[in-house]
């Protein structure tokens, strides 16, 4: 750990939320996964919300195998096949994090996982006010009245046009709004989607757009992929239901921010953070083997 803080502390100097943010993701991720140069490109990185850092396992395109795409569009005009694995990291929710968390995962599938970045939004400036992330919590309760709401609504006439307006306003949350897109790309199956922290609010966000505004195609194409919650229980829309929502015991913080009386799986011994080099870790990568092949 001390050669990580070593390493960033050698790095150019960021200011404000940039550097807590840097920093908060050197201690919840397992950065050391990710090469030294690796970790210099992506310090270097300007941290752009929404933007896609695709992450190969580790080696597969050499000492370098993270590449950044600035937006779904750029991302879609790529050439060669289309990702199918996504995550949303949280905390911090730097460049460094987001591939982080990203390469655990590309490790376990043995394919390249497409890290969408929640970078520094609204949500972070009103949660650092209220003294934590405990807004996670508010909207995760948001979120469950929208369930019940549903529920409890009449069907919905077939022939009624769908809501877009519901679409357009994940926008202020472009880690959201990226992954919509890449569900509604009606070439694209996405096999998997994880989230950590408040990465597994967006998910929910996501999810939750394309249901209330009526995508029945989209989500048809999506509905067998598999959702990975670790650090926060959310409240995930009907329609999918391929789902693993995991909890450390020891994580109040993360419990705080959940929803418990929903399925989930308790992680014995374990915090809110993924870093292995720390006690009390939650290992994900052992979360990942318990997951369906």
């Known amino acids: 750990m001390f050669a990580n803080l070593a390493e960033f502390s050698a790095a150019p100097v960021f ?3 940039r550097a807590r943010n840097t920093m908060l993701d050197w201690f919840f991720y397992d950065v050391e996964g990710l090469t030294v140069a690796e970790r210099t490109k992506l310090v270097a990185e300007r941290n752009v919300e929404g933007s896609v850092l695709v992450v190969w396992p580790e080696g597969a395109k050499g000492d370098i195998s993270v590449q950044k795409f ?8 790529a050439p060669g096949a289309l990702l199918t694995r996504f995550s949303i990291a949280g905390v911090g929710s730097s460049d460094v994090g987001a591939a982080a968390f990203a390469r655990t995962l590309a490790n376990h599938y043995a394919a390249p996982v497409g890290a969408i ?3 520094y939004g609204v949500a972070d400036l009103l949660s650092e006010a209220m003294g934590g992330w405990f807004v996670l919590g508010g909207a995760n309760r948001i ?3 929208y369930h019940d709401a549903v529920d409890q ?3 919905v006439e077939p022939s009624r046009p769908k809501d877009q307006s519901l679409l357009e306003k994940v926008d202020h949350r472009n880690d959201s709004s990226t992954l919509v897109n890449l569900m509604l790309d009606r070439d694209r199956v996405i096999d998997s989607v994880a989230g ?3 990465g597994c609010l967006s ?3 996501a999810l939750e757009a394309l249901v209330l505004s009526r995508q029945a195609e989209a989500i048809e194409r999506q509905a067998n992929m598999r959702i990975t919650t670790v650090g926060a229980v959310t409240a995930l829309p009907t329609a999918f239901t391929n789902a693993g929502q995991y909890l450390g015991e020891l994580d109040w913080f993360g419990g705080m921010n959940s929803r418990l009386a929903l399925d989930y799986t308790t992680i014995p011994g374990a915090w809110h953070h993924l870093n292995t080099r720390l006690p009390g870790h939650l290992d994900l990568a052992d979360v990942l083997t318990q997951e369906p092949a």
């Open 153 to 155: 609504a009449p069907a």
């Open 117 to 119: 970045v929640a970078g």
């Open 15 to 17: 200011s404000g939320a």
């Open 196 to 198: 950590h922290s408040k």
């Open 143 to 145: 979120m469950q009245m």
């Open 203 to 205: 998910i929910a966000y």
């Open 70 to 77: 600035e937006d779904y569009e750029t991302l879609r005009a």
